[in-house]
């Protein structure tokens, strides 16, 4: 039996490219929803180009990038050059004929292409467009652009990320391209909810940078309201709660606890750490009884939070001194058994192979990709009573899917087609065609 | 395009979740989430225990003095949600508890797996008093496998979820720095978007289908799914990145992308190696000229891609040397006018100042009539032209809301609710 898909029948016009907009039209596949991800070959999606994921055994190409491939499946490739009349006109036939219009360009890309939400909203009236710029399509800075690390400085995540007296650690990797997908997402989903019920679309207007901020909130009311400045001593805190040493202050996370850290494991590599927290006296004596009762633990100096907090070098060295002998899942299993909140610190290698979790909820299922072969791809993080969210169908190859789309969805004929291909509309003529593409056109 | 006009008839205009009521029975893992809906103009009821929820108890506190009802964590988490108290492990609490769900569109609750099946509330229960009720179960791991009962916190979450093993320093910055979770309660940031977006989906089904279902959500899962490259670098090479200060985890060493300016602060330029081309550098020495800090780079000779090859550490000290002597300001805004996409490392202080955030209405006043004072909130994130987020009242202060909802909407006496809030069920 087939389940129903939460969002059959939507069909998504996506101009997104890089990450961000990809990893939101992700999910809206994964939902069901047909996503048409429209490229030129001569614009590669950077991800596309970026030769880092590709399998060592793989000639490198447009298709052979693996970050790509798992950014992208579930949806249909389809290639056209929005910047000729033909192309122009096609696209407009498009956008009559579709839900969503989604895009992660630079704030006067679409206008300047001659389908600004004024047009499309002329070409179907109740589109929904979601548009997903660094800093948004309106206001003074509109015309800024950001990558995920500069939309991560601008709203102060990478401040609030590191060592104090240290440079900032920031985040080691585009955190505002995956979350600022989530808000492409949400927006979508929202506006989709809305036309539902009041027959309307409409555009919104996302910026990934003040996205970054709305995940300051604590910090951000603390600075409105207390007056406090962020550039303080003994701040941000590492992995603790507080700096010992230096003045009592919030540190945005949660309930300020000790212990409250990394700590080295068995082994010595990387990625040999854990976490321990105790948010109570109670679990630090249960931590204390684990470790067996080390003479440096049952110090009166720590048996409440107050000195704990207080001598946190001095604890933090003697509970290192114990995980050091276990390795970090051995350390996790032997916590969490009697109830004290410990976890490995864990590396994409130990996610996809080691994590019993992830892999009794089934997070890393294989998946056939034309050039690629059979890949372990990422998974869904919900489970759906009547609609699973699922992993469909692999990436598209470069242009792929562009003749079965204008046959299906715009009725265009073979012939049409033909000479799409031989006048540039849908490849450049400069360019040789993969024997996919050669195949479907026969 | 977003105009003035459109802007000015939307702030009329009804938020997109108008009409959706959400029970929420969540803490810090879930709050998140329903403050997202509530902004957007749905009827979330937050449900507390007795005496309130335990996230009251989270600093910062207004004015460093701690009271349940100063919690400016709380505060943030909670705005436009009304608010009310209701013990379900009572007889009392579950009738209600019942009663409220038939009026429901969307269940979200925060539990350990299993506790509130055992009070005869999870989802099966609960479907049949309303078919129509979408139930999300948003927990560290998920209902099923051999975590899910694990004890868990933001920073645990960060250590498995991947986070950790990608934030770090080089060692010549720190030398045997550990894994760093960055800071701000993210792991519960994540595992709200992706509840919300399940949450949504399943909206978006029922508006079509009239069918309620249950979603079983893992903040464990979200957090693994949120580190980008790092997946797929291992699936498709086998290589495990390794942690760099302020720049993306990578198999290889890469150059640095923090730069200090004159004023002791950090900016970041997101490529490692600037990404030079000859156009870009002639630009970008152009405008180290006006300083009078271009060295050479305006030399001839730099308009080859094999002389700026050849000279990468030469142009990386050049560049160096202008961002220590120039204001982080002009640093960042500078090279954003000449096409870089760079960006400031800002504290809350140089952000709360930010023009472009002015005119998108990000700085929102919200009043809080007990102190007599309002407060600058963070806007939206996005603007809806047809539909707007609003914050629409200040969080709910404890049990605020038991007389408008038990007696104004279920049909409770006064009475009744007095005897219920003595035997400690609401």
Not at chain 1, 77 to 89: F, K, Q
Not at chain 1, 196 to 216: E, F, K
Not at chain 2, 100 to 106: E, G, M, P, R, S
Request: aromatic letters at 8%; hydrophobic letters at 35%.
């Amino acid at each position: 039996m087939t389940l129903p898909r939460a969002l059959a029948g939507v069909r998504v016009l996506d101009f997104t490219w890089v990450r961000a907009g990809p990893w939101a039209t992700r999910w809206l596949g994964s939902f069901g929803a047909d996503i048409i991800k429209i490229e030129w070959p001569e614009h590669l999606d950077i991800l596309r180009s970026n030769r880092t994921t590709i399998p060592p055994e793989i000639e490198p190409g447009p298709n052979a990038p693996g970050q790509f491939a798992d950014t992208n499946i579930n949806k249909l490739g389809l290639t056209i050059n929005v910047r000729t009349p033909r192309g122009l006109e096609l696209i407009k036939r498009l956008i009559t004929i579709s839900d969503v219009v989604i895009e992660n360009f630079s704030s006067r890309v679409m206008r300047n292409w001659g389908i600004g939400y004024d047009v499309m909203q002329q070409l179907k009236p109740d589109i929904i467009y979601v548009s997903m710029a660094g800093f948004g399509h309106t206001g003074p800075n509109h015309h800024y652009t950001t990558m995920g690390p500069s939309a991560q400085a601008l709203s102060g995540q990478t401040f609030l990320s590191g060592l104090p007296d240290k440079p900032p650690a920031g985040w080691g990797w585009s955190y505002l391209d995956d979350t600022g997908g989530m808000y492409g997402v949400m927006c979508v989903l929202t506006a989709l909810h809305h036309r539902h019920v009041t027959g309307q679309g409409q555009h919104v207007d996302l910026s990934q940078m003040t996205a970054g901020i709305t995940l300051t909130g604590s910090a951000f009311l603390d600075h409105t309201a207390n007056g406090r400045q962020a550039r303080r001593q003994g701040y941000p805190p590492g992995n603790r709660t507080a700096w010992p040493g230096t003045p009592p202050a919030p540190n945005y996370r949660g309930p300020t606890v000790a212990p409250h850290n990394a700590y080295r494991t068995k082994g010595g590599g990387h990625n040999d750490w854990c976490v321990i927290a105790c948010f109570s006296d109670r679990e630090w004596q249960t931590l204390v009884d684990l470790m067996g009762h080390p003479a440096w633990a049952t110090d009166a100096r720590f048996t409440q939070l107050s000195g704990r907090l207080q001598h946190q070098e001095d604890m933090d060295g003697g509970i290192e001194r114990w995980t050091q002998t276990l390795n970090k899942y051995e350390l996790t299993e032997k916590c969490q058994a009697v109830g004290v909140r410990a976890m490995p610190v864990q590396s994409a290698e130990d996610r996809v192979e080691h994590d019993p979790q992830l892999k009794a909820r089934g997070m890393y299922a294989e998946l056939e990709h034309p050039l690629l072969g059979r890949r372990k791809v990422q998974g869904v993080p919900f489970k759906f009573s009547k609609t699973p969210a699922e992993v469909r169908s692999p990436a598209p190859l470069i242009g792929q899917h562009t003749p079965q789309v204008l046959q299906e969805t715009l009725g265009l004929s073979l012939q049409e087609i033909r000479e799409g291909y031989a006048d540039g509309t849908f490849w450049p003529k400069s360019m040789p065609l993969y024997a996919y593409i050669e195949e479907a056109l026969r | 395009m977003t105009d003035g006009t459109n802007a000015v008839t939307a702030d009329r205009l009804p938020g997109p979740l108008t009409g959706l009521r959400v029970l929420e029975l969540a803490d810090e893992k879930g709050q998140f989430c329903a403050k997202l809906m509530a902004d957007l103009g749905a009827d979330v009821v937050k449900i507390e225990p007795p005496g309130g929820q335990q996230t009251r108890a989270v600093g910062p506190f207004l004015d460093d003095i701690p009271h349940r009802e100063r919690s400016l964590s709380f505060w943030h988490y909670n705005t436009s949600k009304r608010g009310i108290t209701l013990n379900p492990e009572t007889v009392e609490g579950k009738e209600l508890f019942r009663r409220l769900v038939t009026t429901a569109d969307v269940l979200l609750e925060t539990f350990p797996p299993g506790y509130m099946p055992s009070l005869g509330l999870g989802y099966d229960e609960l479907s049949p008093l309303n078919p129509r009720l979408i139930m999300c179960s948003l927990t560290p791991f998920g209902q099923t496998g051999p975590w899910r009962d694990y004890q868990t916190s933001d920073l645990l979450q960060l250590a498995a979820g991947g986070q950790m093993g990608c934030c770090g320093y080089d060692p010549e910055d720190v030398p045997d720095a550990p894994p760093i979770a960055p800071g701000g309660g993210n792991a519960w940031h994540i595992g709200s978007h992706f509840a919300y977006i399940a949450i949504m989906a399943a909206v978006c089904y029922r508006d079509v289908s009239g069918e309620g279902q249950y979603i079983d959500a893992s903040v464990h899962e979200a957090c693994a799914l949120t580190t980008e490259g790092a997946v797929p670098t291992y699936i498709y090479t086998g290589n495990v990145v390794q942690r760099h200060t302020g720049r993306a985890a990578a198999v290889e060493k890469s150059e640095p992308t923090q730069f200090i300016t004159r004023d002791r602060a950090w900016l970041n330029t997101t490529r490692s190696g600037f990404n030079l081309t000859a156009a870009r550098l002639r630009r970008l020495a152009e405008w180290m000229d006006q300083y009078g800090l271009a060295q050479d780079l305006l030399d001839e000779k730099y308009q080859s891609t094999a002389t700026i090859q050849a000279n990468v550490p030469h142009i990386a000290a050049a560049l160096e040397h202008f961002f220590a002597n120039i204001p982080l300001e002009d640093a960042w805004r500078g090279g954003q006018e000449i096409g870089m996409p760079w960006g400031a490392i800002r504290s809350m202080a140089e952000i709360v100042h930010d023009p472009h955030l002015g005119e998108r209405g990000f700085f929102v006043e919200v009043e809080h009539p007990e102190v007599g004072r309002s407060f600058t909130y963070p806007g939206p994130a996005a603007l809806y032209n047809r539909s707007p987020w609003r914050i629409s009242r200040r969080a709910p202060l404890i049990g605020e809301h038991n007389y408008e909802v038990f007696c104004g909407e279920l049909g409770l006496s006064k009475a009744d609710l007095a005897i219920l809030a003595e035997s400690g069920a609401v």
